[in-house]
C-alpha cells in the first residue's frame, strides 16, 4: 500500500516555505547566519544555518504562541507550510494524526529549566521549562493549535528520526488509523548544542538547525510525491544511489537527513533514495517517487 | 484594608507580563482588578504553578496549598496584598 | 482486523520487584515502600518519597535507563526461550519508551557551561550513544528497525503498539518492545514545581489523594509471530489484541476534563481487539494518584466500562514514566494468565466525583482479555489490550 506526500513545509537557514527551498536549491547555497555561543574566552559567533520562525504570525495569533518555545515554533511553522502546501488550513483537523521526530529534542528549554534551579534552588524549578523540556511537548503544542486530535507520538533516533518517523506514518495509514497524518523532524541549535558543535567540528563545518514535515494520505489524488519504501535496520549494505545532501543550503548535522528527504522532494525526476547511517548504530532509507 | 504598597503591585504586573510572555498586554492597561485567571489577563492552570515559583523567588512567599491560595489569585491587588500581608507576619 | 501478536517473554525490574514474578508477588501481598530517594538529593525543605530501585549497580558508561532496560530484556529473552546469542538469525525490532534515556540535561555538564568552564562533552555523548533502544540492538547485535519512543508517560504502552504494529506489517519476527526511565533529580523537581507530587505515599482514586510519586524501572515484553512461535516451537504467555491512541488537543499538561481523547483511544483498541469492553476482565489504569488523572480516567471507566474490576499498580512502582506503560503491561498479562488481581494499592475512600471505585482487595478473575491504559502529559492516550494465550 502506498502512501502519497501531498504538502510539505519546510523552515532553515535559507528561509521557509516549498519556494524557498526550491530557490535555494536553484541557486546552489545560501549564506549562513550565526549563533552566539558562550565560552570560557568569551563569545563566539558560530556560521550556523538559523531558522527564523517569525512568519508564524500569519497562521498563529501571536498570544497563543505564549508559551510555544523556540523547537516547538520551528515545528509549528513546519506543520503550518505543509497543511498550507496541502491547500489546508491550520485548524480544524480532527482525526489528523501527528508525528514528531527529533534526535536532540528540546535543548533550548532544558537548559532554561537548569538555570531556573541553578539560580534560586530546587524549588524554585520552572513548571513551564519543564513542560517545554520533554521531548513530546511540541507535539502537544501542535496538536492543541491545529485541532489535531487523531494519535500523536513523538520518537527519538539520531539522525534515523526522520526515516522512522515516516515508517511510523505509513503503518497508520496502512492500518487505517487515520486518512492523514502530519509527519515530520525538528532539530533545534540552542546554546549547548552550539558550543557541543563547536567543540566537536570548529567553525568549519557549519551547523544548520529547522523542521521538516510531510502532509501525509493514503490516497494519490492531488499528490505531490509517492512515498516509496522506508526501511530502519543495522546494515545498509551500500546497495542504494544516495540523494544528494545540500549541507551549503541548509547546514550539516543532526537536521541534514530531513532536509534531504525534503530536498529528494522538490528535485524529483525519478526515484531518490535518502540514507541516514550511524556506523555501529545502524541506518534509515526513505525512497521518495514522482507522483502518478 | 490599607492599600499594598505601589511597589509590590507594580512588580507583580512586571512579574507576571516578563516572566509570562504576556507581549500584547500593556502595564497601563493591566488593571489592579482585572482578573487573572480564565477571563481578564486569561491566566490557566499552569501558568498558576509558574506565577507560584515566581512569587517564592521574587518576593520570598511560599504559597504551599493551590486550594488555600485561590482566593489571593483572583487579582493582581489580592495577590499583592496576600504577599505584603505574609511578608509581615 | 489484523492477527493478533503473540508475546513470547515477560521481564520487568522496579522498586516492587527484581524480576516480574517477584513484582507480582508484593502486589499480591499488597506490599510497598515508597521512600526519600537514597541516590540522589534534592534541596526541598522536606524530601518526596519514591520507588527507587535499590541495590541496582551497572557499568558507568552505560546510562542507568538503559541498564535497567537491558536487565528487563535478559529475563524476557530467557522467559521466552531466545538466546540473546543467536538473535542475529531472526529479523529482530527494538521499539522502547523513555523520557530520561534520551534527555540531553546532564546537570554537572550544563552547570559547567553556564559558568564557564568549557566542559567536555562526554556526558552528552553518553546520553546520545546510549539510548535505550540502541543499547539493546548493539548488545544483542540485532539487525531490525530501533526506535525510542518520548511520548512522555504513554511512551511504553505506545511502544508496544508500534512494536506490535511492526509484527503484523512483517516487518520483524520479533521485536523487543517495552519501556525504561531512571530516577533523576529534573524530572523530580519539575513534577515537584507543578505541584501534582504527593508529600506522602500516592493514593490513586482516593477521595484524599494529592498526586504521584516518581518510581523507576524497565519492562520487556518479547513480542513474536505466530509463524517465528511455531518454527522455533515457543509458547506465547498472552497475546496483544488491540492498540488504540488519540490526543486530547486540549492542554499540555492538564488532560480533556470528559476524557476524549482516552475513550476514542479506548473504543479503537476494544474495536482492533474484537472484544467488547463487557468481556474485559480487568482494567489496568494509569492511575497516578493526581486528582485531575483519577478524576477523568475513573470517570470514563464508570461510563464506558461500568463493573469492569479496575486498579492501579502506581501504589506499588510509583510513576515510572517512560517505563510505566510497559511495567504495566507485564503485570496486566501475568494477571490475566493467573487469573488474579491485586488490590489498588494506596486506596481507601472513594471519591464520589468519580463514580467508581478501583479493586479494595485480591480477587479472582476471568475472560480471555483485559484492558490497560496510559495517559500523558500533551494529552496523548494510548490503550492496549491484551488476551490470554491460545
Not at chain 3, 246 to 261: F, I, K, M, N, V
Not at chain 3, 325 to 354: H, N, R
Request: aromatic letters at 6%; charged letters at 20%; proline letters at 6%.
Amino acid at each position: 500500500m502506498s502512501a502519497w506526500i501531498h504538502g510539505l513545509g519546510v523552515v532553515g537557514g535559507f528561509g521557509c516555505g516549498r519556494a524557498a527551498l526550491e530557490e535555494a536549491l536553484a541557486q546552489g547555497r545560501v549564506q549562513p547566519q550565526s549563533l552566539a555561543v558562550p565560552t570560557g574566552q568569551g563569545i563566539v559567533e558560530l556560521p550556523a544555518y538559523r531558522a527564523d520562525t517569525s512568519p508564524l504570525e500569519r497562521f498563529v495569533p501571536k498570544r497563543a504562541l505564549r508559551r510555544v518555545d523556540g523547537f516547538a515554533r520551528m515545528a509549528l511553522l513546519g506543520a503550518c507550510l505543509a497543511l498550507e502546501d496541502a491547500g489546508l488550513a491550520p485548524a480544524g483537523n480532527a482525526g489528523t494524526g501527528l508525528i514528531l521526530a527529533s534526535g536532540q529534542g528540546a535543548t533550548g528549554s532544558t537548559l532554561g529549566l537548569l538555570d531556573s534551579f541553578f539560580e534560586a534552588g530546587d524549588a524554585c524549578a520552572s513548571p513551564i521549562h519543564f513542560a517545554n523540556s520533554l521531548h513530546n511537548a511540541a507535539a502537544a503544542h501542535l496538536a492543541i493549535l491545529l485541532g489535531a486530535d487523531g494519535p500523536c507520538i513523538t520518537l527519538s533516533q539520531g539522525p534515523r528520526s526522520m526515516a522512522g518517523a515516516l515508517l511510523t506514518a505509513r503503518l497508520w495509514l496502512e492500518e487505517g488509523r487515520v486518512s492523514q497524518v502530519l509527519v515530520g523532524c525538528v532539530e533545534e541549535l540552542s546554546e549547548v548544542m552550539g558550543y557541543a558543535w563547536l567543540k566537536t567540528h570548529g567553525t568549519l563545518l557549519v551547523p544548520g538547525e529547522g523542521a521538516v514535515f510531510f502532509l501525509l494520505k493514503s490516497t494519490p489524488e492531488g499528490a505531490r510525491a509517492e512515498l516509496g519504501a522506508v526501511e530502519l535496520g543495522a546494515d545498509s549494505g551500500v546497495w542504494l544511489p544516495r540523494g544528494a545532501s545540500h549541507t551549503q543550503i541548509y547546514g550539516s548535522g543532526p537536521m541534514t537527513p530531513g532536509f534531504d528527504v525534503a530536498a529528494a522532494c522538490i528535485l524529483l525526476q525519478g526515484q531518490i533514495h535518502c540514507l541516514a547511517e550511524e556506523p555501529g548504530e545502524g541506518f534509515g532509507a526513505v525512497t521518495l517517487l514522482p507522483p502518478l | 484594608m490599607p492599600e499594598p504598597p505601589m511597589q509590590t503591585k507594580e512588580a507583580l504586573k512586571r512579574l507576571i507580563k516578563t516572566e509570562l510572555n504576556l507581549e500584547d498586554l500593556e502595564l497601563e492597561a493591566f488593571g489592579d482588578d482585572m482578573p487573572l485567571f480564565v477571563e481578564g489577563v486569561g491566566l490557566d492552570s499552569l501558568d498558576a504553578v509558574e506565577l507560584v515559583i515566581l512569587v517564592q523567588k521574587h518576593f520570598q512567599v511560599e504559597i504551599k496549598d493551590m486550594e488555600e491560595s485561590r482566593a489571593a489569585f483572583a487579582s493582581v491587588r489580592t495577590l499583592a496584598d496576600f504577599i505584603d500581608r505574609k511578608r509581615a507576619a | 482486523m489484523k492477527p493478533p501478536v503473540a508475546v513470547s517473554g515477560l521481564g520487568c525490574r522496579c522498586a516492587a520487584g527484581d524480576t516480574l514474578g517477584a513484582c507480582m508477588e508484593s502486589l499480591r501481598l499488597g506490599q510497598r515502600h515508597p521512600v526519600p530517594p537514597v541516590r540522589l538529593h534534592t534541596n526541598h525543605p522536606a524530601p518526596f518519597p519514591v520507588f527507587e530501585v535499590l541495590g541496582f549497580e551497572h557499568p558507568p558508561e552505560l546510562l542507568r535507563t538503559s541498564a535497567l532496560l537491558l536487565a528487563a530484556a535478559r529475563e524476557a529473552l530467557r522467559d521466552a526461550g531466545l538466546d540473546e546469542g543467536a538473535l542475529g538469525d531472526l529479523r529482530v525490532g527494538v521499539c522502547v519508551g523513555t523520557t530520561v534515556g534520551c534527555a540531553l540535561s546532564d546537570e554537572p555538564f550544563c552547570r559547567a557551561f553556564r559558568e564557564g568552564q568549557d566542559p567536555n562533552l562526554a556526558p552528552l555523548e553518553r546520553v546520545l550513544q546510549n539510548n535505550p533502544a540502541g543499547v539493546l540492538a548493539r548488545t544483542f547485535g540485532l539487525g531490525g528497525p530501533c526506535q525510542n519512543v518520548v511520548n512522555a508517560c504513554s511512551s511504553g504502552t505506545d511502544a508496544i503498539g508500534l512494536g506490535a504494529s511492526w509484527i503484523q506489517a512483517g516487518l520483524c519476527d520479533v521485536v523487543l518492545a517495552g519501556g525504561a526511565d531512571e530516577l533523576s533529580r529534573i524530572t523530580l523537581n519539575g513534577f515537584i514545581a507543578l505541584k501534582i507530587v504527593d508529600p506522602g505515599p500516592c493514593r490513586p482514586f482516593d477521595l484524599e489523594r494529592r498526586g504521584l510519586n516518581l518510581g523507576e524501572g524497565a519492562a520487556v515484553l518479547v513480542l513474536e509471530s505466530e509463524a517465528s512461535l511455531l518454527r522455533r516451537r515457543g509458547r506465547a504467555r498472552g497475546r496483544v489484541l488491540g492498540y488504540g491512541a488519540a490526543c486530547d488537543a486540549h492542554h499540555q499538561t492538564a488532560p480533556h476534563p470528559e476524557g476524549a481523547g482516552l475513550r476514542r483511544a479506548i473504543l479503537d483498541a476494544l474495536h482492533r481487539a474484537g472484544v467488547e469492553g463487557s468481556e474485559l476482565a480487568f482494567v489496568n489504569a494509569h492511575g497516578t494518584g493526581t486528582p485531575d488523572n483519577d478524576r477523568v480516567e475513573g470517570r470514563v471507566f464508570a461510563d464506558l466500562l461500568p463493573g469492569i474490576p479496575f486498579f492501579s499498580t502506581k501504589g506499588h512502582t510509583g510513576h515510572t514514566l517512560g517505563a510505566a506503560g510497559a511495567i504495566e503491561a507485564a503485570f496486566t498479562l501475568a494477571s490475566l494468565e493467573a487469573g488474579w488481581v491485586p488490590a489498588s494499592a494506596g486506596f481507601q475512600t472513594p471519591d464520589p466525583e468519580i463514580g467508581s471505585q478501583p479493586t479494595g482487595r485480591v480477587q479472582t478473575v476471568t475472560g480471555r482479555a483485559a484492558l490497560s491504559t496510559s495517559l500523558a502529559f500533551g494529552g496523548n492516550n494510548a490503550a492496549v489490550v491484551f488476551g490470554v494465550a491460545p
